[in-house]
C-alpha cells in the first residue's frame, strides 16, 4: 500500500501562472512533509516543507498548504518559470528519535512550464 | 551543499556479478541512506544506517546490503547483480535539526545485462 501518491504523473502550465502540485497521504502519524525538485542526471534537491502544526508554509514564489483532515497536500508555484520545469517529488516523515529521520515519497511529478 | 559524493557515477555489469557502490560525505552526518529511482516509483528506501555499524532495511532491501565502518562511509553492495537492479542509486543524508530534510548526492547509474 503506497503511503504518498502523486496522482498526476505530469503537469504543464504557461510561465507566469501558477502551478499546483497535488499529494495526498494515508498515514495519519505522518507529521512532517517535504517537498524536493529533481532534475535529470542530478540528485534532488530539498525545496521546501511544513510541519504538521501548521497548514502553510511559503518561501518566495513557493507555498506548501497541509489539509490534515484531508491528509492533503499542495505545492504552489507563483509565478512560474520554465527553469521550474523538473520532477517534484512529495515526501512525509516521522519525526520521533526512532524513525532515523526516514522519509516516504510519492512517484513524482514532472512539471513542464512553456515559454 | 552536504559534501555528498558517490562513485562511480556509471557502472555497466555483467548478471550475478557483485558490484559495490560507494556514497562519501564530508560533514559527518549520522543518518544516511540508499534510494533506488525507477520510472514510475519514484524514490525507494533500500537501506539506511544511524551510525557507524547501526544499519536497517528499508521497503526493497531484498538482494542488497550494506556497511558503515566509518561515519562518511556508507557503501551498498549487490551481491550477485540482476537486471532488475538495473536503476540510478541515490545516497542521501539528513540533518536531524533541519525536520531530517535530506541532502541527496548526484547518483549512480548502475546497468545489469
Known amino acids: 500500500d503506497q503511503q504518498v501518491k502523486q496522482n498526476s504523473p505530469s503537469l504543464s502550465v504557461q510561465e507566469g501562472r501558477i502551478s499546483i502540485l497535488n499529494c495526498d497521504y494515508t498515514?495519519?502519524?505522518?507529521?512532517?512533509f517535504l517537498w524536493y525538485k529533481k532534475y535529470p542526471a542530478e540528485g534532488p534537491t530539498f525545496l521546501i516543507s511544513i510541519s504538521s502544526i501548521k497548514d502553510k508554509n511559503e518561501d518566495g514564489r513557493f507555498t506548501v498548504f497541509l489539509n490534515k483532515s484531508a491528509k492533503h497536500l499542495s505545492l504552489h508555484i507563483v509565478p512560474s518559470q520554465p527553469g521550474d520545469s523538473a520532477v517534484y517529488f512529495c515526501a512525509a516523515s516521522l519525526l520521533g528519535n526512532t524513525n532515523a529521520g526516514k522519509s516516504t515519497f510519492g512517484d513524482g511529478t514532472t512539471l513542464t512550464v512553456k515559454p | 551543499d552536504a559534501g555528498i559524493t558517490q562513485s562511480p557515477r556509471h557502472k555497466v555489469t555483467e548478471t550475478g556479478t557483485p558490484v559495490t557502490l560507494r556514497c562519501h560525505q564530508t560533514?559527518?552526518?549520522?543518518?544516511m541512506y540508499w534510494y533506488r529511482q525507477d520510472p514510475g516509483h519514484g524514490l525507494r528506501l533500500i537501506h539506511y544506517s544511524y551510525g557507524v555499524k547501526d544499519t536497517d532495511k528499508g521497503e526493497v532491501s531484498d538482494g542488497y546490503s550494506v556497511s558503515r565502518s566509518k561515519t562518511e562511509d556508507f557503501l551498498l553492495t549487490l551481491e550477485s547483480a540482476t537486471s532488475s537492479q538495473t536503476s540510478v542509486y541515490f545516497c542521501?543524508?539528513?540533518?536531524?535539526?533541519?525536520?531530517?530534510?535530506?541532502?541527496f548526492g548526484p547518483g549512480t547509474r548502475l546497468t545489469v545485462t
Open positions: 498515514n495519519s502519524m505522518f507529521d512532517y
Open positions: 542521501a543524508i539528513s540533518v536531524r535539526d533541519r525536520g531530517y530534510e535530506q541532502y
Open positions: 560533514e559527518n552526518h549520522r543518518y
